[in-house]
């Protein structure tokens, strides 16, 4: 018997990570596969539509990641819901793993594996946290990963690089909030599902071997402008100004600007900030729809 899931990809133009991250689902054994393409090019489309056992949704634009992804999920048929990024390769019975963690904790809404950078043998991260600076990470970055026949690992939250949901709690927790574009989206899906009471664990028999933003480094000036804005919104979204600076981007401190300031340069990575924080301060009806109805939290989570 196939199992009990249903896969969304969200795609545009991936290449031959695609393909390979496609492979590697198709031995996972899963009731369907959905590819959402944002728009690739026509060779790339044509390839996935000649490919068989997965169902292929074409948008005529590229409309970043959440709604895409939303409307795979709303597509969707089987009871666990797994998102997989298109330069994401699953080893062989990760889902299973996964389906089997939540179909024997009750109390889990979402779990995911422990995916390994492109190198395969440090950890990308094995589940959301945050740093000192307000800022959401992949819990285990540059480490070794833990021991595959290790217990379930609580974490605060999960990434939407290879995670499984209960898809009904998905579906009512409203999906990633399409006013995020692409980014952070699964950060703040994370903090709403815990308010609800929600928790999360990381399953370590779960591998995975994630290229790392192969999408946004075509365009890594547009993917800051958006991480930067983002972080900003879910801030607002989701925790009591009180507990973080005012101005949690301000350009002129520089370690706020971290890995944007090495990959764009200092000056362009200054502008980036300043704009993206511009930008985010005007609340969407969306934003504010989700402050009125969600009591603040007092903390940042552990």
Do not use: K
Request: with cysteine; charged share 20%.
């Amino acid at each position: 018997m196939p199992l009990p899931v249903s896969i969304v990809v969200v795609n545009l133009d991936g290449g031959e990570l695609l393909f390979e991250a496609l492979d590697a689902l198709g031995r996972q054994g899963a009731e369907e596969i959905l590819v959402v393409d944002n728009g690739s090019r026509p060779a790339e489309v044509s390839r996935l539509e000649a490919r068989s056992g997965l169902a292929l949704i074409r948008l005529a634009e590229n409309r970043g990641f959440a709604a895409p992804a939303n409307l795979g999920a709303r597509a969707a048929r089987a009871p666990f819901l797994a998102f997989v990024n298109n330069d994401c390769v699953l080893a062989d019975g990760y889902l299973g793993a996964c389906v089997s963690a939540l179909s024997g904790n009750p109390g889990l809404t979402a779990v995911q594996g422990a995916v390994l950078a492109g190198d395969g043998r440090s950890v990308d991260g094995w589940g959301v946290g945050w740093s000192e600076r307000a800022e959401a990470v992949q819990l285990g970055h540059g480490e070794v990963p833990p021991p595959p026949s290790g217990p379930l690992l609580p974490v605060p939250g999960v990434s939407a690089t290879a995670v499984l949901f209960r898809r009904e709690a998905f579906l009512a927790a409203g999906g990633f909030a399409e006013s995020f574009f692409a980014w952070y989206e699964d950060v703040d899906l994370s903090l709403r599902l815990r308010r609800a009471g929600a928790r999360f664990a990381c399953v370590p028999a779960a591998r995975a071997r994630h290229a790392g933003t192969a999408t946004g480094r075509r365009r890594p000036a547009e993917r800051w402008s958006h991480l930067f804005a983002n972080r900003l919104r879910t801030l607002r979204r989701n925790f009591d100004p009180a507990v973080f600076p005012a101005h949690p981007l301000r350009p002129a401190a520089g370690a706020s600007l971290g890995p944007a300031a090495e990959e764009l340069g200092w000056p362009r990575a200054h502008a980036v900030a300043l704009g993206a924080t511009r930008a985010a301060r005007p609340f969407r009806e969306e934003d504010r729809a989700v402050l009125a109805a969600l009591p603040p939290l007092r903390e940042l989570p552990a």
